[in-house]
C-alpha cells in the first residue's frame, strides 16, 4: 500500500480494556470485567460477520466454567439443550470396531454433566449477556496491527483497512481501520491467532516452554433418519483409516432434530507429506460403523479448524506489557477429552479478575503477572497437568502403544497423583516433522461419491465461505522461491493436501511450476500458518466479516 503518510489518520476509541475475538474466552472476560465493576469499559473485536460465523468446534461442552460465570444459566432459556446420554469410545479397523469398556477408562474422561451443543450458537448467546451488562461488540471488525507505546508496550489493536485492492492500493470504497486503544489488550483469537503469534515471538512468550503443538479438526453437520437419532450420544474412536504412525481420532455427536455432528481430527505431526487430512475423513465416513449411521442421511454443513494439542507443557507465558493471552490463543485444548472450551472461558474469567484489581489500583499498560502465575492452580491446571503426557507418548510409540500408556498415565494421575514419565516433551514443532516426499509414496485416495463422500469445492460451499476478490491475498508467502524449490520440489506441494478448502494448487503454465492461492476459498483453519515445512505462508486477516459464516457448527 503506499506511504502511511498519505493515508487518513484513523479515528480512535479508548476502553479500558481491549478483547480481540468474541469466542468463549473474550466473552467470558468481557462478562466478568462487568460483573465485578460495571463502569469499567469493555470493547469486543470480532472478525467474523456476526457473532459465532467464525466458531468451529464439536463441541461437548463441559459446563463448569459456565457455572462459575453465569450460576443461574440453567434455569433460563439457553442454547444449550441436549445433555449427554451415552458415552463409547472405539478402536476402528478396516472392515470393524472394539469397544473399549467405560471402567477400563480414568474418570476425568467420562462425559456425565456435559451437553452436546453448537458453540457458534453458544457464542450468540453469551454475548447477549455481554451486551446486557453494557459491553461493546463490534463483529465484522478483524484487528489486523498491534499498536505500541512509546516504551514498548501494547497500547491498542487497529482495525484492517476495507477496501484496499489487490494491488496495494486504495479502491474506490476504501475506508480506513479504526484504532482502539486500551489500558489493557486480551487477545482471544482463538487458535493460532495472528496477533497473537506475533506478541509471543516478539516478547519471547514462549522461550523455556515446549513447541506448540496442534491438530487439524474437520467436521460436517448431519441430518439422519429419525430411528437412527439418539440424542445425547457422543462416540469417540481412533485407528483406521490412519496408520499407527499417524495420530488422529473421530467423534460423533448426536444432537436432537435428528442431527450429528460428524468429525475428525489429524494430528499435524503427520510425516507424510502425501498424506490429505480431508481425504482420510472422508475414508472415515466409509467405515461400516459410520456408514450405516449416515446411510439414507444428508449433509448439512462442513467446516474445518486447526486445534491446539500442546497442552500444559507447551502454554507461553500468558502476560505481555500491557496485555494478556486467553482462549486458545494460550493453548489450554485437554487432547483426550477434545474439550478446551470451559479451559477457555476460564482463562477470560482469571485474566478480567486480574486486570479488574490491576485498574482498580490505578494501574494500565503492565503485565498481568498475577494472571500469568494463578493458572497452573486455577481449574485449568489441574484439568491440563494429569494427561500432559498422552499427546507426547502417542507421537512417540504410535497410536496402539501410545494410547495404552497415555491411560496408564492418566490414571496413575488420577489415583496417585503423579507420573512415572514426569512431565514428556513433544519435540519438533509440527512443520519439522514432515519428512521430504522421497522417502514417501503417494497415496491414492478413492473419489468422493457424492452421497457419503465429497470434494472440497462442494464442502467449502457448505461453509457458506466468501472472500472480496478483489483484495489483497491474505495467504502470504514471504519467499515465492523458497516455495518452488522446496515447498514443491522436495516436499511434493503438500499444501495442495493439507488444506482442506481447496486454497492452494501447484499448475503448469507453459511449462512451469506456478503456485495458485485461491484465497476466497479459504475457511480459516490456519493449517497452512502451521504445517508449511519452510514456515512460509502468513496467515493474516482478510477484510472485516468476510470468511466462512457457520450458523450451527
Not at 430411528?227 to 481420532?249: A, M, Q
Not at 497415496?443 to 472480496?468: C, Q, W
Amino acid at each position: 500500500m503506499s506511504e502511511a503518510a498519505e493515508l487518513p489518520e484513523r479515528e480512535s476509541m479508548e476502553f479500558d480494556v481491549v478483547i480481540v475475538g468474541a469466542g468463549p474466552a473474550g466473552l467470558a472476560a468481557a462478562i466478568r470485567l462487568k460483573q465485578i465493576d460495571p463502569e469499567i469499559s469493555v470493547v469486543v473485536l470480532e472478525k467474523g460477520a456476526e457473532v459465532g460465523a467464525h466458531v468451529l468446534s464439536g463441541n461437548v461442552l463441559d459446563p463448569s466454567a459456565l457455572d462459575r460465570l453465569l450460576p443461574e444459566w440453567r434455569r433460563e432459556e439457553t442454547p444449550i439443550k441436549t445433555a449427554v446420554t451415552e458415552d463409547r469410545f472405539f478402536l476402528y479397523g478396516p472392515h470393524g470396531s472394539v469397544r473399549l469398556p467405560n471402567f477400563a477408562l480414568p474418570k476425568l474422561m467420562s462425559n456425565h454433566g456435559n451437553f452436546v451443543v453448537s458453540l457458534g450458537l453458544v457464542c450468540k448467546w453469551l454475548a447477549e449477556k455481554a451486551e446486557a451488562l453494557g459491553v461493546e461488540i463490534y463483529p465484522g471488525f478483524a484487528a489486523s496491527e498491534l499498536l505500541f507505546g512509546d516504551d514498548n508496550a501494547v497500547i491498542g489493536v487497529a482495525t484492517g483497512d476495507m477496501g484496499v485492492t489487490r494491488t496495494g492500493e486504495p479502491g474506490p470504497m476504501y475506508q480506513r481501520g479504526m484504532a482502539l486503544i486500551g489500558k489493557y489488550v486480551f487477545l482471544g483469537e482463538g487458535v493460532r491467532g495472528s496477533l497473537a503469534k506475533r506478541v509471543i515471538e516478539a516478547y519471547g512468550l514462549d522461550q523455556g516452554r515446549e513447541p506448540a503443538k496442534f491438530g487439524l479438526g474437520i467436521k460436517e453437520l448431519w441430518e439422519i433418519a429419525p430411528e437412527k437419532s439418539k440424542p445425547g450420544r457422543i462416540e469417540h474412536s481412533f485407528g483406521w483409516p490412519l496408520g499407527d504412525k499417524t495420530g488422529g481420532g473421530s467423534f460423533l455427536y448426536h444432537l436432537g432434530e435428528n442431527q450429528v455432528y460428524v468429525g475428525f481430527v489429524v494430528h499435524l505431526n503427520y510425516k507424510n507429506p502425501y498424506l490429505s487430512p480431508f481425504d482420510e475423513f472422508q475414508r472415515f465416513k466409509t467405515h461400516p460403523d459410520v456408514a450405516e449411521l449416515l446411510k439414507g442421511g444428508k449433509r448439512i454443513a462442513y467446516g474445518a479448524r486447526a486445534i491446539t494439542e500442546g497442552g500444559y507443557q507447551s502454554v507461553p507465558k500468558l502476560v505481555f506489557p500491557g496485555g494478556a493471552l486467553i482462549g486458545c490463543s494460550a493453548g489450554f485444548v485437554n487432547v483426550p477429552r477434545i474439550k478446551g472450551v470451559h479451559n477457555a472461558m476460564t482463562s477470560g474469567m482469571l485474566a478480567a479478575e486480574k486486570a479488574a484489581e490491576a485498574l482498580k489500583a490505578g494501574r494500565s499498560g503492565d503485565r498481568l503477572n498475577a494472571y500469568d502465575e494463578a493458572w497452573r492452580d486455577s481449574p485449568i491446571g489441574k484439568d491440563l497437568k494429569p494427561v500432559r503426557n498422552v499427546k507426547p507418548l502417542w507421537s512417540q510409540y504410535g497410536t496402539r502403544i501410545g494410547i495404552m500408556l497415555g491411560g496408564l498415565d492418566m490414571w496413575t494421575n488420577a489415583l496417585f497423583g503423579f507420573s512415572f514419565f514426569g512431565t514428556k516433551t513433544h519435540g519438533k514443532p509440527d512443520y519439522a516433522c514432515l519428512e521430504p516426499a522421497e522417502k514417501h509414496q503417494p497415496i491414492a485416495y478413492p473419489k468422493p461419491d457424492g452421497e457419503l463422500t465429497f470434494d472440497k469445492v462442494s464442502s467449502v460451499y457448505l461453509s457458506n465461505t466468501n472472500h472480496e476478490e478483489d483484495q489483497l491475498v491474505h495467504l502470504q508467502v514471504k519467499d515465492p522461491a523458497l516455495q518452488k524449490s522446496s515447498e514443491l520440489g522436495v516436499y511434493a506441494g503438500p499444501s495442495q493436501r493439507y488444506c482442506p478448502a481447496g486454497v492452494y494448487e501447484w499448475v503448469k503454465e507453459e511449462g512451469e511450476d506456478k503456485f495458485v492461492i485461491n484465497a476466497q476459498n479459504c475457511v480459516h483453519c490456519k493449517t497452512c500458518d502451521i504445517k508449511d515445512p519452510n514456515q512460509n505462508i502468513d496467515w493474516v486477516p482478510p477484510q472485516g466479516g468476510e470468511g466462512p459464516v457457520y450458523e450451527v457448527m
